[in-house]
């Protein structure tokens, strides 16, 4: 059964700063791993999608990398803004079903 | 386009009733899906369909039933409603094809039913 975890839940930098958010997953049989960014009482926005045969993919101040053989993705958020803030998720594709991780709330303090 | 739409945005039901939740969309996908988020936590996949007239099971289907007449209209029908489904239920729609391999496309959100069973 595939499990997806961010680490961690919470985070909280100051304006400006760059950074990481982790995802792993258990099972490396997937067709893509699709980044979500979720605003309070909101729905999913996506973010990037990266295809399993791909290994980053680029928007903006975005750049989510995949290494399916070690089960990881990083989404690198550059020059953080207050309006980043929000929780990001992750969740990764396989047969036909999208099975997500709790995300992680992230706090930019201007 | 207007993307995924979803009615009701919030509703109150009391134990043992029933309601349907609609969901449609406009961008010709072929991929339907209902979850539910519970506080803190990631989404849950209810039901989902692959075409008008298919669906499928997902990890949490029951006290839920799903059908899929047209492209476009994935209703989410809850029977006999308990305070366990209390949450907050998404509809998302994606183009996926199996031609030459399969191609799985993003998965697109409507804004969610917010729902309380009390």
């Known amino acids: 059964k595939q499990e997806v975890t961010q680490i961690p839940a919470a985070l909280s930098v100051p304006e400006g700063e760059n950074l990481v958010l982790n995802c792993s997953f258990t099972d490396s049989a997937i067709y893509n791993l699709q980044w979500f960014r979720q605003d309070p009482g909101k729905g999913l926005t996506s973010l990037l999608l990266i295809q399993s045969s791909q290994r980053e993919q680029t928007s903006g101040r975005l750049n989510a990398s995949l290494d399916k053989s070690s089960g990881r993705s990083t989404l690198y958020i550059a020059a953080s803004q207050p309006g980043d803030s929000a929780t990001y998720l992750c969740?990764?594709?396989?047969?036909?079903?999208?099975?997500f991780g709790q995300g992680t709330r992230l706090t930019i303090n201007p | 386009n207007a993307g995924v739409t979803q009615t009701p945005k919030f509703r109150i039901l009391k134990i043992g009733q029933s309601m349907t939740l609609q969901c449609t969309q406009d961008m010709n996908h072929n991929y339907m899906y209902w979850y539910r988020q519970d506080p803190g936590m990631g989404l849950k996949l209810i039901y989902y369909s692959v075409g008008a007239g298919i669906t499928d099971k997902g990890e949490v289907p029951n006290g839920y039933n799903v059908s899929r007449s047209t492209t476009e209209d994935f209703p989410l029908r809850l029977e006999l409603a308990a305070p366990s489904q209390t949450s907050v239920y998404f509809c998302a729609s994606s183009y996926s094809s199996l031609a030459g391999g399969p191609t799985y496309n993003e998965q697109f959100f409507g804004p969610g039913t917010r729902l309380t069973v009390l």
């Open positions: 969740a990764v594709l396989g047969a036909q079903k999208l099975v």
